[in-house]
């Protein structure tokens, strides 16, 4: 039935890595989210008012920002789609982040009026007239929202949209307060005591949460997050399945957006090869990798000596010196420049995110260790940061 749903609402719609498909997507989860939250807003605004309930208009006022959040994520999506242009080169696909942005701030702000109303509410307390429509609403309500919930989140992971999804969990969380709101009203009429400003306070805390949940969730994408770690793991077998690719390193993947990825990396080939046949292979996996992974990848191919024995052996203990210091520590790009009073040991040393520890000792603990190989040696060390990973230790 879901598939059927979207073969008659959505053309093409298996299509979802092209940006007007996922444009389609997102106009028909916006225009479910519009209508239903709208006529949501209405019922339960005609039923707090009739009844006295705060809790209840103040849901009703949630689902009206509900409402217009989708609105908002419309004209997000609509902008996410426009060409590159001179000043932004890699397009406006993060354009679909700072609505969800905006759409996260204006959910806080509802949170704290609402809180407001309700600590009021429970300063001075007015009876609240049961009734079932009430209840039917409310029960109503958490049936749309549960519906919303599922299709959102389905929607989102289709088509990989950070602001659906958000938008599904916004939904969740809908349901459980719209349960407190009735759960209030039940008691009340049970007991006849009255808990309409609490249940109130539980509504705004719970859109408060959900605002900062989702505060989080979209600037991430804009700050920069390391990429899918999958992905990554895909693109280096993929890189060294080729003959003649002795190694890669400083593996670089950013986004400007949904389906909007960039990479770049450097891949090792023999220095005794063909320079020609070593520049035809690095083309071949450039291309190769944008298309299987739709992934704009530019390769610097770096030559090594790998026939040269006392190179050879000088590299393996530096990689060990290096790894002993730090098991999360890498080396790559090693050469040697003899000389007659000292020789010159040149290479990269690869740092985690969370290493903290201080470069300039860094550096000096490796020289040290390396001297104790041949004192004439020196080191020139650069140090990289790792792009890619996600440790967070």
Partial sequence: MYERILRWFIKDYENTEDSAVRGRYATFAGVIGIASNFFLFVIKLIAGTLFNSIAVTADAVNNLTDAGSSIIVLVGF????????????????????????????????????LIKASFNKVLYPDPINFSYLTVTVLIISILVKL????????LGQRINSTALIATGQDSMNDVISTSSVLAATIFAKLTNIQIDGYMGIIVALFIIYSGIKLVIETLNPLLGVAPDQELVSDIEKEILSYDGVLGIHDLVVHSYGPEKTFASVHVEVDANGDLLESHDLIDVIEKDITNKFAVNTVIHMDPIVTDDESINDLRRKVDEIVRGIDDKLSMHDFRVVMG??????????????????????????????????????????????????????
């Fill in 78 to 113: 609509k902008l996410s789609r426009k060409p590159a242009d001179e000043q932004h080169p890699y397009g406006h696909a993060r354009a679909e982040y700072i609505t969800g942005f905006l759409v996260s701030v204006v959910i806080l702000l509802l949170g704290f009026e």
């Fill in 147 to 154: 519906w919303q919930g599922i299709i959102n989140k389905k």
């Fill in 340 to 393: 007659k009073t000292h020789s010159n040991l040149i290479f990269d040393v690869l740092l985690p995110p969370s290493f903290d520890s201080c470069e300039t000792e860094l550096r000096k603990t490796i020289d040290e260790e390396i001297k104790k190989i041949d004192t004439t040696f020196n080191s020139v060390i650069t140090l990289d940061r790792n792009y890619t990973s996600t440790t967070n230790s």
